[in-house]
Nanobody
């Protein structure tokens, strides 16, 4: 029923930019936290940025250090779409990029998935950065 669908990935040269999208539908209840993560070949999953929707935080968007300065999270709330703008991409950014939603209370809306209560994941979109 719940569906998260990433799009916008592809191949770019170093220094290039991409804007990823995540369409969200079929959630049985409103998401408390939305976010972007990635996993490169042979690497662990990394959190990038998250958005709290509860209104309890005075800083709703939180970025991981690896994302600060180059990546920007935004949303179109009316259309239930989450975005991730990525600039000055480098080969180390090559990874599968995933969006996620957390609907269950009790977690923490930070860019660390193990701190979430029960995340729902999309299937991912591939980003490849090479010359």
């Amino acid at each position: 029923q719940a569906n998260l669908m990433e799009s916008g990935g592809g191949s770019v040269q170093p220094g290039g930019s991409l804007k990823l999208s995540c369409s969200i539908s079929g959630l049985p209840s409103p998401a408390l936290c939305l976010g972007w993560f990635r996993q490169g070949p042979g690497k662990e999953r990394e959190g990038l940025a998250v958005l709290s929707t509860t209104g309890s935080s005075t800083v709703p968007i939180t970025y991981a250090n690896i994302a600060k300065g180059r990546f920007t999270l935004s949303e179109d709330n009316a259309k239930n779409v989450l975005f991730l703008e990525m600039n000055n991409l480098q080969p180390d950014d090559t990874a599968m990029y995933y969006c996620a939603a957390d609907l269950r209370p009790g977690g923490f809306c930070v860019p660390v998935s193990s701190s979430w209560a029960d995340p729902i994941w999309g299937q991912g979109t591939q980003v490849t950065v090479s010359s």
